[in-house]
């Protein structure tokens, strides 16, 4: 079975500032993505970035950026010039893309509630 | 584009009734649509799987009986809460793949949620 692992339950910054939020996973596949979910106060659930396994090269969107180690299991978000817009919960999760019973299937982290301060 | 709304937002109901919560996606076709559960600032966990034409897949330890979820079309998933009683009471979450070639399971859009309390 597969486990993700958010380790810090509430994290804050300065507006302006960078944060790191941490994450790391355990799983016997290979063939598998990562991802980041913001939750703001509305609940709606918001794709923030995503990362393929087998890319070596971590991904980027805009202000959002990941560390992907896959030897070390860990994939960490962060967040640069934080806007108070970024204030929410924010899930990192896994789904295994290859066949089987848990193909397509989110696993998600336990969240990190982030506060952006003015 | 990609838009995936739930209805109700909101629903109260009584012990013992039974609650439907649509979810559909409104510009794409969804072959699979997923049901999850959140508790207050808690994780969402999946309770089931849901491909259109076929039965929905369950997790291990969601009530089938009670959860009862239809995939009757590339549109349109329901979720049922049947004999509802207050540990239903739930934040119920739906997410969609769409059928679009190229695109696989990894792409995914999420409702806005459903807030079910059973008095």
């Known amino acids: 079975a597969q486990t993700v692992t958010q380790s810090q339950p509430e994290m804050s910054v300065q507006e302006a500032e960078t944060v790191t939020l941490s994450c790391t996973y355990d799983?016997?596949?290979?063939?598998?993505?990562l991802f980041w979910y913001k939750q703001p106060p509305s609940r709606q659930m918001i794709l923030v970035i995503r990362?393929?396994?087998?890319?070596?090269q971590n991904a980027t969107e805009n202000r959002f950026s990941v560390n992907f180690q896959k030897a070390a299991k860990s994939f960490s978000l962060k967040i640069s010039d934080s806007q108070l817009g970024d204030t929410a919960m924010y899930f990192c999760?896994?789904?295994?893309?290859?066949?089987?019973?848990?193909?397509?299937?989110?696993?998600f982290g336990q969240g990190t509630i982030l506060t952006v301060h003015p | 584009g990609a838009v995936v709304s739930q209805h109700p937002s909101r629903v109260i109901c009584k012990s013992g009734t039974s609650v439907k919560i649509e979810c559909r996606s409104l510009?794409?076709?969804?072959?699979?649509m997923f049901w999850y559960r959140q508790f207050p600032k808690q994780s969402l966990m999946l309770m089931a799987t849901?491909?259109?034409?076929?039965?929905?897949?369950?997790e291990q330890g969601v009530e089938k009986d009670k959860f009862l979820i239809n995939h009757a079309s590339l549109t349109l998933s329901t979720l049922t809460v049947t004999s509802a009683h207050p540990e239903d009471s739930s934040f119920y979450i739906c997410?969609?793949?769409?059928?679009?070639?190229?695109?696989?399971?990894?792409?995914?859009?999420f409702g806005p949620g459903t807030r079910l309390l059973v008095l």
């Open positions: 997410s969609a793949s769409p059928v679009t070639s190229g695109r696989g399971v990894e792409t995914q859009y």
């Open positions: 799983t016997s596949e290979s063939n598998y993505y």
């Open positions: 990362q393929e396994a087998y890319k070596q």
């Open positions: 999760a896994f789904m295994i893309t290859a066949g089987g019973t848990s193909y397509g299937k989110l696993t």
């Open positions: 510009d794409f076709q969804a072959t699979t």
């Open positions: 849901s491909n259109e034409g076929s039965k929905a897949t369950y």
